[in-house]
């Protein structure tokens, strides 16, 4: 949303500066303005999702892979006992 709103203001500013009247010095400016506030609320947005991503990776590094590891480690001994008793059952 605020992506479409900068480019559309980009857009106008373009045009403002390609006719290049002195009339539309005002316009201009204040287009000018929007752009540089819009550009801001971007960059900061873009560097909040970063924020976002790192601390989401350090949970999934620090927290969840180890209780992953733990599960598989538990599946795998249990699959042992599992075939291990069902040998003994065919032995019998």
């Known amino acids: 949303m ?9 857009k106008v500013l373009r045009q403002l500066e390609s006719n290049g009247k002195s ?10 303005a929007i752009v540089k506030d819009l550009h801001s609320r971007i960059r ?3 560097h909040r999702i970063d924020s976002i991503s ?9 927290e969840l892979q180890p209780q992953l590891e733990e599960l598989i480690d538990g599946y795998v001994f249990f699959s042992f006992l599992y ?6 059952l065919e032995v019998d």
């Open 23 to 32: 009339l539309h010095n005002v316009k201009i400016d204040k287009t000018r």
């Open 54 to 62: 790192k601390r989401i990776e350090e949970l999934r590094d620090k």
């Open 83 to 88: 075939f291990r008793s069902s040998v003994e």
């Open 2 to 10: 605020v992506r479409r709103e900068y480019d559309t203001n980009c």
């Open 44 to 46: 900061v947005a873009l």
